[in-house]
């Protein structure tokens, strides 16, 4: 339901669904971006691939090592994180957490860090 932008750093994406939705919101005119663990990128099942391809702003993380981040930015006051990766693991075997923040004060430290991410990482060739 994101109106205005999605803004999202993520280490491991693999959910059609979530692809779909990061799409959907797109096509209605919502500003996505996506950065994505470059090791992670092109692993089996990877979404990378099927952003791209529909449009949607996404870069490969240019940290020399793991950008670790599992955090989306929903129009600026919302944000979505903790230790779920965007994987059929996570979503269907893992022990794993997630937290909804409704606070524009942590979604402005959050967008600061996905603004520092997002410039260091690298448009896919």
């Known amino acids: 339901k994101a109106r205005k932008s999605v803004h999202v750093m993520i280490y491991s994406f693999t959910l ?51 950008m670790h981040h599992k955090v989306m930015i929903i129009d600026g006051k919302i944000v979505v994180t903790g230790s779920y990766n965007w994987s059929w693991s996570a979503e269907n075997k893992n022990d794993e957490n997630l937290v909804i923040l409704e606070s524009a004060e942590a979604a402005s430290l959050y967008e600061a860090e996905f603004q520092r991410v997002w410039g260091q990482a690298t448009q896919p060739s």
């Open 16 to 66: 059609d669904e979530l692809s779909k939705a990061l799409i959907e919101a797109k096509n209605r005119g919502v500003e996505v971006k996506v950065v994505i663990e470059a090791e992670n990128a092109f692993s089996k099942g990877s979404e990378y691939q099927k952003l791209l391809e529909a449009g949607v702003e996404v870069k490969l993380d240019g940290n020399p090592s793991l």
